[in-house]
């Protein structure tokens, strides 16, 4: 088959959901918002990986569509979430470069912002570091997105196109160390150095600090040892089908 014609059949037919992965504080556990991801269930290939389809997606110049699908699901069980979420939970939502640096993107934005349940979520955009490049339209476009009230998140900060320049010249709200540095908590005799930097660089630039892919408590303490302000991870929960977010509460003793 057209592999093309498979995304759009896919949208049609329904074979894309999304899942929540809670965020939760570091010090209390308690939750703060949901990171939403993507899965695609093919009736025929089973589940295929979003890293794939995204990338596909991408390279296909389907991205916007697909977005907007996304946006769309978010959209169907935001009732269900405004009920589960607290208000000013945050939503992260991860945006593809094609998407971010195609023409309809601001109004993309708007038009899901403004189908949300009024002054409920904040809408926290998860962008990766090589989506920054063009310095000059990142800037404005950042400010762009701060005055229509949304955030930023760096996201998978660490994983190789990383230019600490960036972070200086941008305004984001939250960096998010990828879960390569946290994997390596523990697995060293003297705790980590280059994330005990990038944790002090974060704070000196007033950025709130994300864990992500936390799978111990050994790393969640570590993390909030170091002064990291927000965690998520299987440690904490993996994401979860709305049903499962709806009952889900974070195990505090
Ligand atoms: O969801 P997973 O758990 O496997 O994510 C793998 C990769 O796919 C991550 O880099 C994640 O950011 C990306 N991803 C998952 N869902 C979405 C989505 O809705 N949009 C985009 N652009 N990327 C997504
Ligand atoms: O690139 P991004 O950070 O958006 O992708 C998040 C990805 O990380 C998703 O694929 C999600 O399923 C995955 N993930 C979330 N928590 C953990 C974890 O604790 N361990 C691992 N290995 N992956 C995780
Ligand atoms: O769930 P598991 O048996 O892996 O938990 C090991 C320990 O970590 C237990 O003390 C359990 O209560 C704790 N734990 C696991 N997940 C969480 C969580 O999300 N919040 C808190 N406070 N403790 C947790
Ligand atoms: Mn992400
Ligand atoms: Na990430």
Redesign the pocket.
Known sequence: ANPRKEILTAIKQNQFHVVY?PVVDAATLQPGGV?V?MRWHHPGAGEIP?DAFISFAEAQKLIVPLTLHLFDLILRDAPALKKCLPPGSKLGI?ISPGHLHADSFKDDMRKFAASLPPDHFQIVL?ITERDMLNQREATKLFEWLHLEGFEIAV??FGTGHSALIYLERFTMDYL?ID?GFVNAIGMETVTSPVLDTVLTLARRLNMVTIA????TPEQAKWLRDHGVNLL????ISR?MRLEQLMTWKPDVD
């Open positions: 992965q990171e991801l979003p991860n998860e996201d998978d998010k879960r992500e892919g936390v799978e998520q991870g299987y440690w994401p």
